[in-house]
């Protein structure tokens, strides 16, 4: 009987453990890094007493929810290497980062964020960036991507596309489609342009640089 309640309340810390998850997952995707832990803990429908039995604090829920965003950068980055087309397999690797940023504030703001302690990152963030840098040696060696172009360049092109999208995330939320168009085209050595995706509208942009101003 009392292996019995050992295996329930086991089952049921795991339960918590991944209400939690989810509803930092989405919290944090929805406003950023900075939501309040009790907000979590409100959407998880736990008291915050359990969050923290399960994260001791905010840096602990935030490496477990980056562990699996760097965990799919990796996976996009080594198929990125298999691409046929070296220039194809970069241009779809920064294009699907950067999409990735879109589509979750937590992740525009982690992948510019480092948390070198952080022990469950380690195996993912070197398969990322091993496979990250043989994306860039190959798009190089084809002549496709210009010869100086780094992983430092990369890291640049995403904090850009942060710092876009955290102005025109609600009032123009394709404007960053076009910037990294715009910097891809940058980066090509054969100057074969694609198009682009359509500019955001004045009112769009304007609406953006209003919501940008430091509020007094």
Known sequence: M?????????????????????????????????????????????NIATLY????????LIEAILADRMAQFAD?????????DPWEGFHGLVEHICGMQAADQGVTEAF???????????????????????VIERAKKAGALRADFTGQDLMLILMANAGVLGSTRCAAPEAWRRLVALILDACR???????????PTPEALHAAMLAARPQR
């Open 2 to 46: 009392e292996s019995c309640k050992r295996r329930g309340l086991r089952k049921d810390a795991e339960v918590n453990r991944e209400r939690i998850l989810e509803a930092a997952r989405t919290a944090f995707g929805e406003r950023g890094l900075d939501v309040p832990l009790e907000e979590i803990a409100r959407r998880a429908e736990v």
């Open 53 to 60: 039995r399960r994260f001791p604090d905010r840096e602990a």
């Open 76 to 84: 996009a980055a080594e198929k990125a290497v298999t691409a046929a």
């Open 112 to 134: 510019t964020v480092c948390f070198p302690g952080a022990r469950s990152l380690e195996g993912p963030r070197e398969r990322a960036m091993a496979a990250t840098d043989l």
């Open 189 to 199: 050595t054969d100057r074969a342009r694609s198009p682009l995706p359509p500019a």
